[in-house]
């Protein structure tokens, strides 16, 4: 039986094992291959933990601070306590950019509740959350999906609070493992008849002038990029309605695209079987692209 995944190439590189890549956990800068988890980790026993992803461009973080706010929201929603600060965690996003000489890629970050014997309730209060982090290049400013994707939709069957950054993504592995089967670039998740957001990103639809994007509630994450790009629609004076939206309405649309703090903009040019618009990248798409690339540069210029 062939596996009808294999024929798509990964987007991402395998993990070298002797890795010589600079990551940090709790506290110390090792070598991928020094890097390690206990067993008893309970991010690994329950997915008990958290985790952000921030850009780096043209060297520099972009919008770790707004990414360490929502990691306090998501760190409070689950009571772990006694994690570094934002400003630690900033000082360390940027050296590991830094060490591993990444111009443009992202900087991972992930806290669990720490180490102890598998017991469902939390841990003594005393036990120390497992803090780690690590950085990867990826091209962004000429990422070839700028070009236009597609999204294959699949049934959202997570969990009711999605707003937390919870590091639980069965429920995206398989969906967007199903959009790689299927030769998409991303899932778009929907439930009741609605788009909820895509595998890992904000969805966003053009109708008549005006974007659309699901307003923020607990069924899905209140993307960083989705804030930027709200402030930007409003900017180049492009109508925006926060109004949740069906399958139907996005395959009808005259324009799609998807964000997330990695992929900044990309258009969406085909869902499912059917070619969103004329099959092309959109003007209020591009004019989105153009000017989130524009924002990053202005705030990672000047080194
Ligand atoms: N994912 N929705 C979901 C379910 C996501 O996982 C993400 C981000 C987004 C977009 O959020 P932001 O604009 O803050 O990146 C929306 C990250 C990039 C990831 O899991 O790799």
Known sequence: MTDPASSIAPPVPPVAPGGTRECWVNGAFLRERDAHINIFDRGLLFADGVYEVAAVFNGRLLDADLHLVRLERSLGALHIGG?????????????????NAIEEGLVYLQVTRGVAERDFPFPSATTPPTQFAYARPKPMRYDPNAAGIALQSVPDIRWARRDIKSIALLAQV??????????????LMHEDGEVTEG?????????????????????????????????????????????????????????????????????????????????????????????????????????
């Not at 398989?174 to 899932?187: F, H, P, S, T, V």
Request: overall charge neutral; aromatic content about 6%; hydrophobic content about 40%.
């Open 174 to 187: 398989l969906a967007k493992q199903e959009a790689r089967a299927a030769g998409a670039y991303e899932a």
């Open 83 to 99: 994690t570094q600060s934002a400003e630690e965690w900033g000082a360390v996003m940027q050296s590991l950019a830094e060490r």
């Open 199 to 303: 595998g890992s990103s904000t969805i966003w639809i053009v109708k008549n002038g005006t974007i659309r994007t699901r307003p923020l509630s607990h069924k899905i994450l209140a993307g960083i990029t989705r804030d930027v790009i709200l402030t930007l629609a409003e900017t180049l004076r492009i109508p925006v309605s926060e109004r949740a939206f069906t399958l139907v309405d996005a395959l009808t649309a005259d324009e799609c695209f998807m964000t997330s703090a990695t992929s900044f903009v990309l258009p969406v040019t085909r869902i499912d079987e059917r070619t969103i618009g004329d099959g092309t990248p959109g003007p209020c798409t591009t004019a989105l692209r153009n000017a989130y690339l524009e924002r990053a540069e202005r705030l990672t210029a000047g080194r």
